[in-house]
Each structure stands twice: as C-alpha cells, then as structure tokens.
C-alpha cells in the first residue's frame, strides 16, 4: 500500500470515528425536570376540592381527592421532563403523551426552528456574600414552547449539552452568560483556590468601593490597594475576569468582586472586562438594595460603552442592558453605532424596533425588523423578523385590527389583576375560615363559599390568560 492509500484509508477511518462520537438523533444527552407550576396549581385546587368534600361529610371522595393531589400528582409532575437528544427537544410523561394523543400536546421543537432563547433569573435566598438564584429558561419557536427550571445537575448539563449549538441571535444576554459561566460548584472551587482568591467570609468585611483604573478611595480597608500589588500576568488576569463572571453567575458575589478587581488592575480600559464588572455591580446593588452600587454599575456601563468602541457586539450587548434599565438614550446611541458597524447585526436591528415601538413609532419597527430578516442568520429567525414586522405593519395599516388588538391587551391586563386578586382573596378566605370555624360556624361558611367562588375566578383567569395571551398575527407572505 502506497503513502496514499494509507492517508486515505486514515482519512476514512478518522471519518468513520468521527461520526461515532457524533451524538445519534434519538438517543438522550440531557433531561430536565419541567417547571412545576402547573402540577402544584393542580394540587391546590384539588386539595381545596377535598376540603369542600370533608364538610359535606363524603369522607372517603375527599380522601380520594387528596391522594389525587398528593400522590398521584407530584408522581406525573416527576416523571414529566424535557429532552434533548442532539437534534431536537421533546417532552417526556404520562402527562405529555395524554395531551399528545388528544392532539393538544407539545411537539417536537428541532434546533433550526428554535427562534428565541431568554432566561430570567430570580433571587431566592441571600446568606452573606452569597445570593442563590434560580434560572428559568423559555425556548420557543413555531408556536411551540419549552420552559424549564435550574436546580441541579441536570439543568447544567441541559446548558453544557444545548446551549452551545444554538446561535447568538436566538439567546438572550442572560442564557449567553449561562452557556459561557455555568459550571459545576467544586469545578469553580477549584478555580478559586488555584487563583487563590480569599474566602466568602473574610472579602465580606472589605469595601467595595474602589475606582476603576486602579485606584483606591481614601478611607477603605480590607482590601489591598492595588497600586501596591505586584504587576500581574496578563493571562492570569483574563483568568480573574473570566472566574468574576462565573462567580456572579453562581451568586458567590462578593469573590465575583474580588476577582473583578485584581483583574482590573491589570486592564483597566478592558470594554468587555468593565461590562461584566457593571453586570456584577447591578447584582449587588438589587440584592443589597444599595442605591450607590447602582449609581456605579451605570457608571461602569458607560465607561464600558467608551471603551469598546471598536466592538460591535459588545456595543449591542451594552445597548441591550441600557434598554433593560430604562435608559432608552444611552441604548439607542449603542445599538445605532453597533448596527451603524455591522450593518448585519441582527439582535441591534431588533433592540432598535423595540426602541422604536416604546416610542410608539411604528414605521420605524417595521423597518427594523425588515432589516433584521435582511440580516438573521438562518430560516427561523428571517420567518420571525418578517411575522413581526407584518404584525406591526398590520396595526399600522388597519385600525380596526388596532383596535382589536388593543382590546385584547386591555383584557389581557385585566385578566391579570384578577388573578392576583383572586388568589389573595382564596387564600385569605381560607385562613378566615379555618380560624372562624372554632368561634362561629355561619361566618366560616360565609368565608368558605367566598374562598370557592374566588377559586373559580382564579380558574377562569388561567384561561383568559391562556387565550388572550395569543395574539391574532397576519399570515407570512411567501
């Protein structure tokens, strides 16, 4: 056998080893739990159900209800979850099945139909320099929508296994920062003593209230001044930053600080670096309620924005934030100059319709969303930029779908408050009864029969919500 013949049988077998490591379209590589929401309301009202039944004395139907609730509910709530196999997500369960074989049920969603991806993240408990969070993610294209809850392994791994397939366009910055920052805990304890950060306990007793660039206000302790520390490697500065952002992600807040701020020291005027360092200055300012941490997370976008000058998508990333904030200047001129830059920068021209639409120029959405079809990145993204942009185009140019619309939103808010209203009505009505039933049995009657009718309020709302929630869109012109 000859050089080549051998290089081309190599050539094959490396394919051939290739396509095995290849994850096949079918076989599981992550599962995640779906948000129980749903199955706990369930089991509310069911157990509410069974309550009624017990004071008409039919025992045996409320022990029924009850175990319905309890038993069989969390049972169908465990088993129903969502997976990835490579190609596509899908939902697993008895539950989803029923709902299949109904012809109500999820679909299948495959990657190239994904066309948004967004995270919210939500404070849940606060225990020194350490804040936990909890993710909830929302993926959704082609009228099919997936969500899913972060608590555990199996949620990193569903980041690790699918985020990195799906492109910038799609994600929001919260799920970027998932798919870059995430890790597993000892992982990022690793990371921290070989970086030989201090620990949670001692950096909550420094200030944090340095200036960028380097120097250090007058009156502060515990933390070394940085004109006084030794010069860093640049590679273990990039290192700090990059541990800062997972540290922010993980809720460990104040060594997100301290890492922020000894790489910063290395690179003061480093764009991205003073991005990341706004974000972590905004985390602490929500969880501490400190008016001056907010005042400085500004601060430091804004000096961000100067220093990428250069950076068009760090300059829509900064534009995207302003515009979360309220700061509807500050994002416009950001995310003109990022599209001004890369005339194809498809999540500027979609943060300048939204600009556009607070302003209530609807023209002006129209064309940024035409010109954000012109510039999306794949199928799924062009059909989206155009069904908004014929959305909006059909508000502009008939007023009585205007109008329609408009009374749906209305509704739609309404539906709203009485849920909320309904469910602290039901709630404190319950309470009421439980307590009134040992002084006087007419009026805990009175507060039971008004707990059930704003239940089935509560209930109704669900379903308002769910239909006027789906807004009535014009057909994608071919």
Same mark, same amino acid.
């Given at each position: 056998?000859?050089?080549?013949?051998?290089i081309?049988t190599?050539?094959?077998?490396?394919?051939?080893?290739?396509?095995?490591e290849?994850?096949?379209?079918?076989?599981?590589?992550?599962?995640?739990?779906?948000?129980p929401?749903s199955?706990l309301a369930a089991?509310?009202?069911?157990t509410?159900?069974?309550?009624?039944?017990?004071r008409?004395?039919r025992?045996i139907?409320?022990?029924a209800?009850?175990a319905?609730a309890w038993?069989?509910?969390?049972l169908?709530?465990?088993?129903?979850?969502i997976?990835?196999?490579?190609?596509?997500?899908?939902?697993?369960?008895?539950?989803?099945?029923?709902?299949r074989?109904?012809?109500i049920?999820?679909?299948k969603?495959?990657?190239?139909q994904?066309?948004?991806?967004e995270?919210?993240?939500?404070r849940?408990?606060?225990?020194?320099?350490?804040?936990?969070?909890?993710?909830?993610?929302?993926?959704a294209g082609?009228?099919v929508?997936f969500?899913?809850?972060s608590?555990?392994?199996?949620?990193?791994?569903m980041?690790r296994?699918l985020?990195?397939?799906i492109?910038?366009?799609k994600?929001d910055?919260?799920?970027?920062?998932?798919?870059?920052y995430?890790?597993?805990?000892?992982e990022?304890?690793?990371?921290?003593?070989?970086?030989?950060?201090?620990?949670?306990?001692v950096?909550?007793?420094?200030?944090?209230?340095?200036k960028?660039g380097g120097?250090k206000?007058?009156?502060s302790d515990g933390?070394a001044?940085?004109?006084g520390?030794?010069?860093?490697?640049?590679?273990r500065?990039?290192?700090l930053g990059?541990?800062?952002?997972?540290?922010?992600?993980?809720g460990r807040l104040?060594?997100?600080?301290?890492?922020?701020r000894?790489a910063?020291?290395?690179?003061?005027?480093?764009?991205?670096?003073?991005f990341e360092?706004?974000?972590?200055?905004?985390?602490?300012a929500s $969880?501490?309620?400190?008016?001056k /941490?907010?005042? %400085?997370?500004?601060?430091a976008?804004? *000096?961000? =924005?100067?220093?990428a &000058?250069a950076?068009?998508?760090?300059l829509?990333?900064i534009?995207?934030?302003?515009l979360e904030?309220g700061e509807l200047?500050?994002a416009?001129?950001?995310?003109?100059k990022a599209?001004?830059m890369e005339?194809?920068?498809f999540?500027?021209?979609?943060?300048?319709?939204?600009?556009a639409?607070?302003?209530?120029?609807?023209?002006?959405v129209?064309?940024q969303?035409?010109?954000?079809?012109?510039?999306?990145?794949?199928?799924?993204?062009?059909?989206?930029a155009?069904?908004?942009?014929?959305y909006?185009?059909?508000l502009?140019?008939?007023?009585?779908y205007?109008?329609?619309?408009?009374?749906?939103i209305?509704?739609?808010?309404? $539906?709203?408050?009485?849920?909320? /209203?309904?469910? %602290?009505v039901?709630?404190?009505?319950? *309470?009421? =009864?439980?307590?009134? &039933?040992y002084?006087?049995?007419?009026?805990?009657g009175i507060?039971?029969?008004?707990?059930?009718?704003?239940?089935?309020a509560?209930v109704?709302s669900?379903f308002?919500?769910?239909?006027?929630g789906r807004?009535?869109?014009?057909?994608l012109?071919e």
């Amino acid at each position: 056998m000859n050089e080549v013949d051998q290089i081309e049988t190599l050539n094959s077998l490396a394919e051939v080893a290739s396509r095995r490591e290849r994850p096949r379209e079918g076989s599981r590589l992550a599962s995640v739990r779906v948000s129980p929401g749903s199955y706990l309301a369930a089991a509310s009202v069911l157990t509410f159900v069974s309550g009624l039944l017990l004071r008409s004395e039919r025992d045996i139907y409320a022990l029924a209800v009850v175990a319905l609730a309890w038993l069989v509910i969390p049972l169908l709530a465990w088993r129903d979850r969502i997976e990835f196999d490579g190609a596509a997500l899908s939902r697993r369960g008895f539950a989803p099945a029923l709902l299949r074989l109904l012809g109500i049920g999820p679909k299948k969603l495959r990657l190239e139909q994904f066309e948004r991806v967004e995270t919210q993240a939500v404070r849940t408990i606060k225990k020194g320099g350490k804040v936990r969070y909890r993710y909830r993610t929302q993926i959704a294209g082609r009228k099919v929508e997936f969500t899913f809850a972060s608590g555990g392994k199996s949620y990193r791994n569903m980041v690790r296994q699918l985020f990195p397939l799906i492109h910038d366009d799609k994600m929001d910055l919260r799920t970027i920062e998932l798919r870059d920052y995430l890790c597993d805990p000892k992982e990022l304890d690793a990371e921290v003593n070989e970086l030989q950060l201090a620990s949670s306990d001692v950096l909550e007793t420094a200030t944090p209230d340095f200036k960028l660039g380097g120097s250090k206000r007058s009156g502060s302790d515990g933390v070394a001044d940085p004109d006084g520390e030794p010069a860093m490697e640049p590679g273990r500065a990039l290192l700090l930053g990059e541990l800062g952002s997972k540290l922010r992600v993980a809720g460990r807040l104040a060594e997100a600080r301290e890492a922020f701020r000894r790489a910063l020291t290395a690179f003061p005027n480093d764009g991205r670096l003073l991005f990341e360092f706004s974000r972590l200055l905004r985390s602490q300012a929500s $969880s501490a309620g400190d008016a001056k /941490l907010l005042q %400085r997370s500004r601060a430091a976008l804004r *000096l961000a =924005a100067q220093r990428a &000058a250069a950076e068009p998508g760090l300059l829509t990333s900064i534009g995207e934030i302003f515009l979360e904030w309220g700061e509807l200047n500050a994002a416009r001129r950001n995310l003109q100059k990022a599209s001004a830059m890369e005339p194809r920068n498809f999540k500027a021209r979609v943060g300048l319709a939204n600009l556009a639409l607070r302003d209530g120029k609807l023209a002006h959405v129209i064309n940024q969303y035409r010109d954000a079809s012109m510039a999306a990145s794949d199928k799924a993204l062009v059909d989206y930029a155009r069904r908004e942009a014929d959305y909006y185009a059909q508000l502009n140019d008939d007023d009585d779908y205007l109008n329609s619309e408009l009374r749906r939103i209305n509704w739609l808010q309404h $539906s709203l408050r009485i849920r909320r /209203l309904a469910a %602290r009505v039901t709630n404190a009505s319950i *309470l009421v =009864a439980l307590v009134a &039933a040992y002084f006087d049995s007419s009026f805990a009657g009175i507060c039971w029969s008004l707990a059930t009718s704003s239940l089935f309020a509560w209930v109704l709302s669900l379903f308002g919500i769910k239909l006027l929630g789906r807004r009535s869109t014009p057909r994608l012109v071919e």
